[in-house]
Every structure is written in C-alpha cells, then in structure tokens.
Nanobody
Framework: GVPLVESGGGSVQAGGSLTLSCTSS????????MGWYRQAPGHECELVSS???????AFADSVKGRFTISQDNAKKTATLQMNSLTPEDTAKYYC??????????????????????WGQGTQVTVSS
C-alpha cells in the first residue's frame, strides 16, 4: 500500500489556517529527507517545505513566514502548519519522503512514483 497518508486538507477563507498531517505506515522520518509538495492545475509541482536528515528546514519563498514544518519520529508523523492562507495556496498537497538525507525531487508533475515515497495527496482550497 501507500506508505504515506496525508490528512487535514479542506476549504478555508483567505487569511485562515490549516494543518496538514502526514503519517508513515512503514518507516520513521529520522535521517530521511521528507517534506511537502503541491500542485495546482496548470502549474508545475512545487516543493513547499522540507526537513533534511540533519533536521535543517527549507521553505519556498512563497510560503516563508506563513508555513511551518515539523516531524515526530516516534509517532512517524509530520505536520505542515499553514497560516495566512491565500487563494494562491490552493493546490493538492503531497507528503513525500526519500531514503536519502535530502528531499530533492524537481519535476513538472507530482507525485512521481519513481522517486521515493509519496502520499495520495490532500486538497487545499482557499477562497477569497
């Protein structure tokens, strides 16, 4: 089955918040690169935020200061806290993880099942 499962998507008005969760059924995130991608219709897959195996974090410029990422290896979960949402944040969000220390998939489409592990995605819709 799919090793990663996302939850927490939904619809919210601009300025609101949502919390996305990612649960792994097979492995902990400890030492792995993992993070969140998103893809909106007509747009390429975008890496929103990631945590590397050394714990360092990265954010897309478009979400800096608004989104935070965290993980709980004991619980095999990761969380993307999204605040001050705008309609431009509307997309399907995917949790992804790799066996490597860094999550570095770059591609036009997500998920890419040839690249490590993905969830099925959760839709986030922000209305103005």
């Amino acid at each position: 089955g799919v090793p990663l499962v996302e939850s927490g998507g939904g619809s919210v008005q601009a300025g609101g918040s949502l919390t996305l969760s990612c649960t792994s059924s097979e492995f902990t995130f400890d030492g792995r690169g993992m993070g969140w991608y998103r893809q909106a219709p007509g747009h390429e897959c975008e890496l929103v935020s990631s945590i590397s195996g050394d714990g360092s974090m990265a954010f897309a410029d478009s979400v800096k200061g608004r989104f935070t990422i965290s993980q709980d290896n004991a619980k095999k979960t990761a969380t993307l806290q999204m605040n001050s949402l705008t309609p431009e944040d509307t997309a399907k969000y995917y949790c992804a993880a790799t066996n490597e220390p860094h999550l570095n998939y770059i591609g036009s489409e997500c998920p890419n099942w040839d690249f490590a592990y993905w969830g099925q995605g959760t839709q986030v819709t922000v209305s103005s």
